[in-house]
């Protein structure tokens, strides 16, 4: 007897059903039933967004090198699950040329963000200059709790085009996954939770981005949102939401699977620069030290 895999909601480094039980059909793309996934509700938006919070400070506090061989370690458990992937885009109606393409690129960007891991900070801080005996530095830190609201193109790609990018700088990601190809997202959360990536750091949802979304980016909690291209209304309510705590929100207009959609800026969208001013004792004679 065949045994049907069950896709859950992946929260705090668990795999939670949704709180309200609800379910909804993913349909492959001749209309036929492939199965089941879990409708989450504004409860499990809101239980997410704690695990996420739980999570950030001690993994904004992990070594850049770390997280580098953690991203490393997500490649290696993407290229062990390349056949299953292959299998779940193929079911949406992606041909085997284009699944394996997809998947290739996936393990690529996840190599490609561990080499950035320990080097984007030296590109994005600074020593100012300044008309006092000071020094003055600014140096990237991570915002916190992100929400994002994955690519509706890509089940895949896109979805590791947002994620791996704002963890690499030190965030926590609350994930609303693609509503109609939500399949590759929660077994990407299986790479999640055998790469050594700590629970809470990344929470991914399945359901309606419509329902989810405005409890996501009103939630006082979350200092940012990252959202692919979305129906105008629907990105409008979302900027609109993130007011009441001055979210900021990265709005992407580009094709998030393009082999283009990487690069440092995807880092410094979500970074903080903060200015630190240190005084230089001045020494007799005039002469400046330390």
Not at 183 to 191: D, G, N, P
Request: net charge negative.
């Amino acid at each position: 007897m065949e045994i049907l895999k069950t896709y859950k909601l992946y929260i705090g480094g668990q795999f939670p059903r949704t709180e309200s039980g609800r379910t909804y059909p993913v349909l492959a793309a001749d209309g036929s039933h492939v199965a089941n996934a879990c409708l989450a509700s504004r409860k499990d938006v809101r239980n997410a967004v704690q695990a996420a919070r739980k999570a950030q400070a001690a993994w904004a506090g992990r070594s850049a090198f770390n997280r580098s061989q953690i991203a490393y370690r997500m490649a290696e458990m993407l290229e062990d699950r390349k056949t299953l992937f292959v299998n779940e885009l193929q079911s949406m109606g992606a041909s085997l040329s284009a699944a394996q393409s997809e998947v290739q690129q996936a393990i690529d960007r996840c190599v490609y963000y561990a080499g950035w891991a320990d080097k984007y900070q030296a590109l994005i801080s600074s020593v100012n200059p300044v008309s006092s005996p000071h020094f003055n530095f600014s140096t990237p830190e991570a915002m916190g709790v992100v929400g994002v609201v994955a690519c509706q193109q890509t089940a895949l790609l896109g979805l590791i085009s947002q994620i791996l990018p704002v963890i690499i700088g030190g965030n926590t990601v609350v994930v609303l996954a693609n509503t109609n190809q939500p399949l590759c997202a929660i077994t990407f959360a299986e790479v999640l939770a055998t790469s050594d990536v700590p629970g809470g750091v990344v929470n991914i949802l399945t359901g309606e981005v419509g329902e989810m979304l405005p409890t996501l980016a009103g939630h006082m909690d979350v200092n940012a949102l990252s959202l692919a291209p979305l129906p105008s209304a629907l990105s409008i309510a979302a900027q609109e939401a993130a007011v009441d705590n001055l979210k900021r929100c990265k709005l992407y207009t580009t094709d998030l699977s393009a082999t283009t959609a990487q690069g440092l800026h995807y880092i410094s969208d979500f970074q903080e620069i903060k200015t630190t001013w240190h005084p230089i004792e001045q020494i007799a004679g005039g002469a400046g030290g330390y």
